[in-house]
T-cell receptor, first 113, second 113 residues
Framework: EADIYQTPRYLVIGTGKKITLECSQTMGHDKMYWYQQDPGMELHLIHYSYGVNSTEKGDLSSESTVSRIRTEHFPLTLESARPSHTSQYLC????????????FGSGTRLTVV | SQQGEEDPQALSIQEGENATMNCSYKTSINNLQWYRQNSGRGLVHLILIRSNEREKHSGRLRVTLDTSKKSSSLLITASRAADTASYFCATFDRGSTLGRLYFGRGTQLTVWP
């Protein structure tokens, strides 16, 4: 369906653990994004990147951090997971100009207990 | 919501009927896009309509855009059970050079066989 991959698909982890959600794309896209989505709710942009070594915070305040050391890889890290971090995390990428859509990964469903 | 608001929030129809979903937005846009999300999955780009276009077709999908009313509609003709999903509109602001989309809350479409 898409050339953007997220792992793991599901993660249940205890409070206080450090976690990294992986996102990789094989399309050579410069722009990559992380969205957070609660069930039945809109998507909230939490981080984005326009290229290697470029990262910015999004509209929704998040305790997570991201890095972009390689074009194809955009991991998201939570240093100390809390139950309030329970959500679905979606990674997306885009290229070229504004008149092209985003390509999304299948998402990671995170549950912090 | 940052931008798009879909209406209705939920829609339930029989196979073969047409499904119409509406989206309203707040600012001047470069384009408006529609995405589909199956339960627990990522979003899939369906169609993009530019601000200077009024109507666009793709297979069983018909999208209209009225920039004077800041609204768009997505029509799915001859719906199938496989069309059951959430549908999101997303807008790309005219002033944005950074390639960011703003998503609404989505319409949950259920098509009964």
């Amino acid at each position: 369906e898409a050339d953007i991959y997220q792992t793991p698909r599901y993660l249940v982890i205890g409070t206080g653990k450090k976690i990294t959600l992986e996102c990789s794309q094989t399309m050579g896209h410069d722009k990559m994004y992380w969205y957070q989505q609660d069930p039945g709710m809109e998507l909230h942009l939490i981080h984005y990147s326009y290229g290697v070594n470029s990262t910015e915070k999004g509209d929704l305040s998040s305790e997570s951090t991201v890095s972009r050391i390689r074009t194809e890889h955009f991991p998201l890290t939570l240093e100390s997971a809390r139950p309030s971090h329970t959500s679905q995390y979606l990674c997306a990428s885009s290229d070229r100009g504004p008149n092209y859509g985003y390509t999304f990964g299948s998402g990671t469903r995170l549950t912090v207990v | 919501s940052q931008q798009g608001e879909e209406d209705p929030q939920a829609l339930s129809i029989q196979e073969g009927e047409n499904a119409t979903m509406n989206c309203s937005y707040k600012t001047s846009i470069n384009n408006l896009q529609w995405y589909r999300q199956n339960s627990g999955r990522g979003l899939v780009h369906l169609i993009l309509i530019r601000s200077n276009e009024r109507e666009k077709h793709s297979g069983r999908l018909r999208v209209t855009l009225d920039t004077s009313k800041k609204s768009s509609s997505l029509l799915i003709t001859a719906s199938r059970a496989a069309d059951t999903a959430s549908y999101f509109c997303a807008t790309f602001d005219r002033g944005s050079t950074l390639g960011r989309l703003y998503f609404g809350r989505g319409t949950q479409l259920t098509v009964w066989p």
